[in-house]
């Protein structure tokens, strides 16, 4: 018998797993891909926006389901908040006697930042979180799939019409939730005064300027595409049967609250920089 024959055990180490990988790193592969991911989503959006044919009714319709369908919501949320700011910033502005800035300072204060982000957070916790589930249960319940061997073009009658329809829809929102604020203030203000509308509106409009109104309507066209997108992607992508429709409605809701800050950070910023510097 050869006694030559070397057996070479050396050579079955595992090529992978000497070195374990940091949940660290993983974590930001994961969210790295993630973004990746949905950068292309984006894009596609973008390019099956423009493209014939137009789904006009659906688009109607979701608009009328985006705006609403979310005005009940919105209005005693926007009521409600220009309210208590009002009743809370009363006392702080009494104490230096300046309570004839009151309307101004909670006019400013809601259309420029409250009003809109407040609005937006609302909107990201109903329509993102409807969006996200309504595409996801379609998604696993092959749906989708159903639509593309039909002929039509699931992406540009589920996506495009949900993401147009909240950009469009979400300023008007915002605006309405401003005025129904700025009324409840009214109503916090008369509780300790009688102010007539007209001198309170007039206030408003003293303290009031251009670049107080349009940074707020501009970003909330951001507000909406940031929503919609997010939540279609996490819809449309879903796996994992119905357990996934769960876990993409929640991360719809987290991922578009998430991006309504940063967007609101960058939207404060390039209003500091264009309009006030």
Known sequence: MP??????????????????QSPFLAAIENVLAEVTALTKFTMRFFREAFMPPYNF???????YMVGCKSLPLVAITGFIMGLVLTIQSRPTLARFGAESWLPGMVAISIIREIGPVITALICAGKVGSGIGAELASMQVT??????????????????????LSTTLMLPLIVILADAISLYGA??????????????YINQIFIKLSFGDILPSIIKSFFFG???SIIGCYKGYTTSNGTE??????????????????IVDLLAAQIADILLFA
């Open 3 to 20: 006694t030559d024959i070397k057996s070479r055990p050396e050579e079955k180490k595992t090529e992978e797993g000497d070195i374990p």
């Open 57 to 63: 009714n659906e688009l109607v319709k979701q608009c």
């Open 142 to 163: 092959e749906q989708i799939d159903a639509m593309e061997v039909s002929g039509t073009n699931p992406f540009k009658y589920l996506v495009v019409t949900r993401v």
């Open 186 to 199: 009214f109503l916090a203000i008369n509780i300790k005064q009688v102010v007539s509308f007209t001198l």
């Open 225 to 227: 595409f940031a929503i």
């Open 244 to 261: 996934g429709v769960g876990r993409a409605a929640n991360m719809a809701v987290v991922i578009s609250t998430f991006a309504v800050f």
